[in-house]
């Protein structure tokens, strides 16, 4: 097992997210390391008062270990690089439950689906074709690898959708108790 998180690791293709500095945003970046697109994510909660500090290093240490998410279940915009055209990503629906969630892309006119298939795996669609297969390796974010399976030839698009599904939507879902518990916390 490395040191880096499993979120800042390349994908098998070779591209890769960075965060930036206030956390609210990722760009996707191609392996000659240009900047392909730009995803708004989740912001990490900013807490003041007496118990600040530690309130701070903690979701600091959670974001580095777990990585930026997708806003929960809103349509989010990518903005493509280098002209700033438009696409959406989204996490699923706000009733979704398990492998019932589904992560949802329209880029360049294409509909993209991420589908979870279990607890550490999921697919991919392009216009309802898979396109590949991912399998998480470990039991925490950070742990293992990510394995992905093509079942065709994949255009720069159809990579960076696949590592936007792989770095923000993540394959695999928690079970049912961990919902719970996450909705309790």
Not at 2 to 10: A, C, F, G, M, Y
Not at 80 to 103: I, Y
Request: a positive charge; charged letters at 30%; proline letters at 6%.
């Amino acid at each position: 097992m490395t040191d880096i998180p499993l979120w800042r690791r390349p994908t098998r293709g070779g591209w890769r997210i960075e965060a930036d500095e206030a956390r609210t945003r990722v760009d996707v970046i191609d392996p000659a390391g240009r900047v392909r697109a730009s995803v708004a994510t989740e912001p990490v909660q900013h807490f003041t008062g007496w118990f600040a500090k530690r309130q701070n290093a903690v979701k600091s240490r959670a974001f580095e270990t777990n990585g930026p998410s997708l806003p929960a279940r809103e349509p989010t915009r990518i903005t493509l690089r280098p002209h700033d055209e438009q696409a959406f990503v989204s996490d699923g629906a706000a009733n979704g439950r398990g492998r019932e969630k589904a992560g949802r892309a329209l880029v360049h006119g294409r509909r993209y689906a991420f589908l979870h298939t279990g607890g550490q795996g999921a697919d991919a669609l392009r216009d309802s074709t898979r396109i590949a297969s991912f399998v998480k390796h470990g039991s925490r974010p950070h742990d293992g690898h990510v394995g992905r399976d093509d079942h065709c030839v994949l255009d720069e698009t159809d990579e960076l959708v696949l590592t936007i599904f792989e770095k923000l939507l993540r394959p695999g879902r928690p079970g049912a108790v961990s919902d719970v518990l996450t909705d309790l916390s």
